[in-house]
């Protein structure tokens, strides 16, 4: 009689274990998705603000080469775009920054710019460039100009049918760059990947 009392009480207190061992690892799991998005965000503001140094970085370089002065200057140019974003007067204008200041990271951002601003082989061309010589220069949200370039003549090149160059300009993103992001500081790779489906 005792051993079936005692048979008993441990089948309930093994439920009972089992019972909270499951109802932990529950709360466990819903705590754990709960983390997820935090985790996701805190891991794009640790990658903006590594972008933002490259940024600082490139544009501690510039002052080493140009005066306050001219540096003003191209900003100045620079910031018509911002003002008065696809007008006559933004192109010319960046065009004009791009011609006093080739070597500046702000003149990666201008020709982007005006790869933007451009349509068909004009756009492309722009877009190269990007890619060939402004490769490394950034924006202050931590957008690689040349990666972005990338990013678009892909775009550009798979609503043109041509597969086999999109697909290798994404592939280079994914495997060279999968860290750099869009002006919404959106992984390229996460755009690349809802794009395709």
């Not at 983390?35 to 903006?48: F, N």
């Not at 018509?80 to 696809?86: I, S």
């Not at 202050?140 to 892909?154: I, N």
Request: one cysteine or more; a positive charge; proline letters at 2%.
């Amino acid at each position: 009689m005792q051993s079936k009392v005692a048979i008993g009480i441990l089948t309930v207190l093994v439920i009972a274990s089992l019972g909270w061992s499951a109802l932990l690892g529950y709360k466990v799991n819903q705590l754990e998705k709960l983390m997820t998005p935090v985790k996701a965000q805190q891991a794009a503001a640790d990658r903006q603000k590594t972008l933002h140094e490259q940024f600082v970085k490139k544009m501690a370089q510039d002052q080493a080469k140009y005066t306050p002065e001219q540096l003003r200057d191209a900003e100045q140019l620079y910031q018509v775009a911002n003002q008065k974003w696809g007008t006559l007067e933004a192109s010319n204008s960046l065009k004009t920054m791009i011609q006093k200041y080739p070597d500046i990271d702000r003149t990666g951002c201008a020709v982007l710019y005006v790869a933007q601003m451009s349509q068909g082989e004009d756009r492309a061309r722009y877009l190269q460039d990007c890619i060939d010589k402004y490769n490394d220069c950034f924006y202050g949200d931590g957008v690689q100009v040349g990666v972005y370039a990338r990013f678009l003549l892909a775009q550009d090149c798979r609503s043109k049918g041509e597969r086999a160059k999109a697909d290798a300009l994404f592939n280079e993103i994914k495997s060279k760059y999968p860290d750099a992001v869009d002006h919404g500081g959106n992984l390229l790779v996460d755009s690349i990947k809802a794009g395709s489906k």
